[in-house]
């Protein structure tokens, strides 16, 4: 396997379900809306300047609204027209948790990086966890720089290891130190304690 992460990620990512985007029911986003504020199908229409028939069928999917309709709707409910269209955020999955006992991650050793892949049955994740022991001990020893999509945070577990960073001057880290960067810029990490470092890194999958 390459030292590039952009392999850890594809693998999250094959072993993951895509969410595949749902057809908006307008009807029930608006009846969603006007129950989140505790209003009556009366309350709403008169908000909204409609009739208190037409908002009922809207929200019965029993007549498409037209954009005037539409204007009403959103100045009675004091949002934008297109947010009538917008998912609300709770239609997320929520209450999703996965615990990694202490070494039962996935691993994939590479040459300069011994990663172990955390929270690895979590399908649809936002993020890539995952623990990794610092071989290198000399830049030379990767192939050019590593960098993927996406955003990452660093920290150190154990040791020290020095952060080399395309546009930066080379840092040093020891337990405890974290970074957050922009994974599309080149880096490369080493240790430069007696022991191999580790660290935990985390990985936007956006």
């Known amino acids: 396997m390459s030292d590039d992460p952009k392999n ?11 969410d595949q985007p749902e057809a908006l029911n307008l009807g029930l986003r608006v009846r969603d809306l006007r129950k989140a504020r505790n209003w009556t199908l009366e309350q709403a229409a008169q908000q909204a300047g409609l009739a208190r028939s037409t908002l009922s069928k809207i929200e019965n999917g029993q007549m498409s609204p037209t954009y005037d309709a539409l204007k009403k ?3 009675g409910l004091q949002i934008s027209v297109p947010q009538l269209f917008t998912p609300p955020q709770r239609e997320k999955i929520n209450g999703r948790m996965v615990m990694t006992p202490f070494g039962s991650g ?4 590479t040459t300069t990086y011994e990663h172990e892949l955390l929270s690895e049955t979590l399908t649809k994740k936002q993020m890539l966890p995952y623990r990794a022991r610092v071989r290198a001990r000399k830049i030379e020893e990767f192939d050019g720089w590593v960098r993927h999509d996406g955003e990452e945070f660093l920290y150190v577990l154990t040791g020290m290891i020095r952060l080399f960073t395309e546009f930066y001057e080379p840092i040093e880290m020891r ?13 490369n990490v080493i240790s430069v304690s007696e022991d191999d470092a580790t660290i935990l890194w985390v990985t936007s999958l956006l």
């Open 8 to 18: 850890l990620i594809r693998i999250a990512r094959d072993t993951g379900i895509q």
């Open 73 to 75: 709707l959103a100045v």
């Open 106 to 109: 996935q691993h994939h050793a």
């Open 175 to 187: 337990r405890g130190d974290s970074a957050y960067y922009d994974a599309t810029m080149g880096h």
